[in-house]
């Protein structure tokens, strides 16, 4: 009876040995697999105004311009210059390199698109600058 068990054995595990791999799939592009919000976009055009700013307001450390996280994007204001005001609250790493403690800032950005048309009468070109930085847990 064992051997019996045993040679049916080794004929099953023979057909799984044999088996052929599955035919790999089309590659596609990676942005195709994408979701992408608006948020993510506003994110992008502002971090890198935002990283300098972290930078200078908390002297230069690496872990403030490397660590700071974004929370959530508070307010967008529409001028009649053509321009965002974008208010967003970020985490920045406590000076006492504590990673569980963040200290809670507030930036305010202006997004200038760029724009040349004698119709809404605006001329300049693309500008993001930080217009105020507040400390909210000082």
């Known amino acids: ?5 045993t040679i049916l054995l080794m004929f099953a595990t023979d057909n799984l040995v044999n088996a ?6 089309e590659i596609k592009p ?4 994408w979701y992408v919000t608006p948020e993510d976009i506003i994110r992008d055009i502002i971090f890198p105004a935002i990283d300098k ?3 200078k307001e908390y002297g230069g450390k690496e872990a403030s311009g490397f660590g700071w996280q974004q929370q959530r994007i508070v307010n967008i204001i529409y001028n009649n210059n053509h321009s965002y005001d974008i208010s967003i609250r970020i985490q ?11 200290a809670k800032d507030l930036v305010k950005v202006r997004v200038s698109p760029s724009c040349d048309s004698p119709k809404i009468g605006c001329s300049h070109g693309f500008k993001v600058e930080v217009l105020d930085y507040k400390h909210l847990n000082e």
């Open 53 to 55: 700013r972290v930078i």
């Open 30 to 33: 990676y942005a195709e697999d």
């Open 1 to 5: 009876m064992i051997v019996l068990f």
């Open 92 to 102: 920045v790493p406590n000076r006492n390199n504590n990673p569980f403690e963040y």
């Open 20 to 25: 052929k791999p599955p035919e790999p799939k």
